[in-house]
């Protein structure tokens, strides 16, 4: 069941930021083209308005009139044309992500924003209330959803394999940060500046991928945390390594750590599920596989686009035991992306509803998670209510 579905036209799209050098940019690019669902036209790619300019007429060939010294520009020349862009991919520090994406929004554009996606959760139900008022689409990126066998996971807790879940797991772990690189690293350098990343570090630039990934394959919802937060790298004004502990409403427990200091682990994401029947785990350094153990025998690993996974993991972009990786993920939510904006578009309605993507509520949910970590951290690791 190799998937592939084409809209009509491609979608008229513009993006914010992800300029030279930027690794995210161009995860956004290379997912937003990959089903030919939208094509760029315009942009604004650098806080450097020459940058920004040259940017998009020399790497990326747009036409010189679309390319934007600043977002303002871009959406006000953007909404005098006939064929201005309909969607805005936002790839900026975090800092900016509101008022950016609340211009858009006013200016009619569907938003796909990162995350985490404002300093406040009162920004975010702002922009949620904007969207929902003129029937836009908001999707936030969290990128690794798009595996096939996250939807194989998801299913088998909906459909009882795990029987109650017990126990939630989560796990977001790099060393890459264990001494201060942020002087010769300005990418880094943002993300632990306040003033850009916002309150936290790994909290919100990796955490929040647990707590959404988390949930959407177990299904829980979060009752109440306690959060403990450390920043070893001396002079590091936000943390580089957090602990959470968590109580969900069904009465499950959970635990989250996230850290930027853990020397020998390189991308060690990994989500496990804990039931009364059965266990699944997933590590995004494996993602074509899942690991399930029923009660009382071993391990087997379950692999994409193979016979035996449900209906709703078969969206496969190759044939079996060929590696799918980061870039199908994300293409496969763009994908999602472009089917919901069309279906916003031509007022239909129910199908919408049949279309998943990371939307505007795990953008909430993240920033709220932020601030609950933050104030039972500073609190001394006190309980907070979800």
Not at 118 to 134: N, P, Q
Not at 151 to 173: P, T
Not at 196 to 221: E, F, N, R, W
């Amino acid at each position: 069941m190799i998937r592939k579905e084409n809209l009509n036209k491609p979608l008229r799209w513009g993006l914010v930021g992800g300029g030279q050098g930027s690794q995210i940019g161009f995860s956004h690019r290379d997912a937003a083209r990959r089903d030919g669902n939208f094509q760029l036209l315009a942009g604004a790619f650098d806080v450097d308005p020459d940058r920004s300019r040259r940017f998009g007429m020399e790497e990326l060939r747009l036409n010189e009139d679309r390319c934007y010294g600043d977002y303002k520009e871009m959406f006000s020349r953007e909404a005098e044309r006939e064929d201005g862009v309909q969607v805005v991919t936002i790839a900026t520090p975090n800092s900016t992500h509101y008022a950016i994406a609340k211009l858009a929004l006013e200016h009619n554009l569907h938003v796909i924003c990162e995350k985490p996606l404002t300093f406040t959760a009162a920004e975010s139900e702002h922009l949620k209330e904007l969207a929902e008022a003129r029937g836009l689409i908001f999707g936030v990126m969290y990128g690794y959803t798009g595996y096939p066998i996250i939807a194989q996971a998801r299913a088998m807790v909906e459909r009882g394999d795990l029987g109650k879940v017990r126990i939630v797991h989560m796990q977001f772990s790099h060393g890459y940060h264990a001494e201060a690189v942020e002087k010769n690293d300005p990418g880094l350098a943002w993300r632990v500046t306040p003033e850009a990343s916002g309150p936290t570090y790994v909290l919100g630039d990796l955490g929040t991928h647990c707590l959404q990934m988390g949930q959407l394959i177990s299904g829980q919802k979060m009752e109440s945390l306690s959060c403990m937060r450390s920043s070893f790298v001396e002079g590091r004004q936000l943390e580089d390594d957090a602990h959470v502990m968590i109580r969900y409403e069904s009465g499950a427990v959970g635990t989250l750590w996230t850290s930027a200091v853990a020397v020998g682990n390189t991308h060690s994401f990994k989500v496990e599920v804990i039931g009364e029947k059965g266990t699944i785990r997933w590590w995004d350094e494996h993602p074509n596989q899942l690991e399930y153990a029923p009660l009382n025998e071993p391990f087997r690993k379950l692999d994409r686009a193979m016979g035996y996974l449900y209906d709703s993991a078969r969206f496969e972009r190759v044939g079996g035991g060929h590696p799918e990786g980061y870039f199908d993920s994300w293409a496969n939510i763009y994908r999602n992306f472009g089917l919901a904006i069309n279906a916003a578009q031509d007022g239909m309605q129910e199908h919408l509803k049949n279309i998943w993507y990371p939307g505007i509520d795990d953008g909430i949910e993240g920033v709220r998670f932020i601030e609950r970590c933050v104030e039972s951290s500073d609190n001394g690791s006190k309980w907070v209510a979800f």
